[in-house]
């Protein structure tokens, strides 16, 4: 993540250990009380919310340990985050099984897998979540990996969060900038052959800058050709000044439609502090809107929660790393929500 801009944050290294959990033993009875506890976390009505809950995620085990421990009230307060479907980012070791487990746990669901792929090489400008694959040929094979392992099953893919706003920024040093374009390119070539999956572009959130300094990165970078764009990845700016951002940038990139996180943007954006760390665990925040496809927007396909709420952004206003659950945020997330 670079200053207030971008993302900011990268998928847990737990992620591997609960995709094979789903993909095979999630219905074991060996994890003292948590899996009936976490059996109670359900599926959304498919007909507005047609993905996928994962009920052995953070915060159901977070709901699960809290009922345990006989603190009812803040199981209920983070029961408002384990019962809502959120991005699964997938890491860089195992994208295959990972994809694959987590697609067929959404299938057998009767829902869609919503994926975070967020592994570009020189990923975060050396921030909080840096790092990705070694190079461009490491980065295609792990986007075979991921192809190869969601095959035919519906999933929804949010691509690189930061990824073109570090090209725009200055973020990302020239050198690397043709490289990236053709890495993004190829990779919605790839996902996009696939029978029912949706690729939705990272680009930028209201905060950052004005949409007429991205729309040709975005063109270079495939927009065109994938199902759309998204918008305030792991951000905190309201939905309404998302839509009206997403707008502007639409009608630059030939209509195209776009999804908006809303996983933590309840209060809209932090304004104290350290401007340059505002977007980084800010005090004070709370759960945006559901997800749902029913926006009542033509233009807005989503709101989604892309980023999980209650995993931290970095190591900053005591948190731990980036990507790993902070239980105290995520209750105070859902205590601050309507």
């Known amino acids: 993540m670079y200053g207030s801009r971008g993302a900011g944050v990268r998928a847990s290294a737990t992620v591997l250990g609960a995709a094979l959990i789903i993909a095979g033993c999630s219905s074991s009875s060996d994890g003292g009380g948590q899996d009936d506890a976490g059996a109670t976390i359900t599926q959304q009505p498919k007909e507005s919310d047609p993905f996928w809950v994962n009920p052995d995620g953070n915060a159901a085990q977070q709901v699960a340990a809290y009922a345990k421990s006989g603190k009812n009230e803040d199981a209920e307060q983070i029961r408002k985050i384990a019962e809502?479907?959120?991005?699964e980012w997938i890491g860089?070791?195992?994208p295959k099984d990972e994809a694959q487990g987590f697609t067929e746990a959404a299938d057998k669901a009767?829902?869609?897998a919503l994926l975070v792929l967020y592994n570009i090489p020189h990923r975060d400008c050396g921030q909080y979540s840096q790092g990705g694959a070694a190079d461009g040929d490491a980065y295609r094979e792990w986007i075979?990996?991921?192809?190869?392992g969601i095959g035919d099953r519906p999933a929804t893919i949010v691509l690189e969060p930061d990824a073109v706003l570090h090209l725009v920024d200055g973020c990302t040093p020239d050198e690397f900038h043709e490289e990236r374009y053709d890495l993004l390119k190829g990779a919605i070539t790839k996902l996009?052959?696939?029978?029912?999956?949706?690729?939705?572009?990272?680009?930028?959130n209201a905060g950052w800058g004005h949409p007429d300094e991205i729309f040709e990165s975005l063109k270079l970078a495939g927009v065109e050709e994938a199902d759309g764009f998204a918008v305030n990845v792991s951000n905190f700016y309201s939905t309404k000044d998302s839509v009206t951002y997403g707008k502007q940038l639409s009608g630059k990139v030939g209509?195209?439609?776009f999804v908006i996180d809303t996983s933590r943007n309840g209060n809209g954006p932090y304004t104290g502090g350290d401007e340059d760390e505002r977007w980084c665990n800010p005090p004070g925040r709370a759960l945006g809107e559901t997800p749902t496809t029913k926006t009542s927007d033509d233009l807005v396909d989503a709101y989604l929660w892309v980023k999980r709420p209650g995993e931290s952004d970095g190591e900053c206003k005591g948190g731990p790393k980036a990507g790993e659950w902070w239980a105290?945020?995520?209750l105070a997330l859902a205590k601050g929500s309507k």
Request: glycine fraction near 12%.
């Open 255 to 257: 209509n195209k439609p």
């Open 110 to 112: 009767g829902r869609t």
């Open 144 to 148: 075979d990996g991921v192809a190869a």
């Open 84 to 87: 809502q479907p959120t991005g």
């Open 92 to 94: 860089p070791e195992n």
């Open 192 to 204: 996009k052959s696939l029978k029912s999956t949706k690729v939705y572009l990272d680009a930028g």
């Open 328 to 330: 105290s945020y995520a």
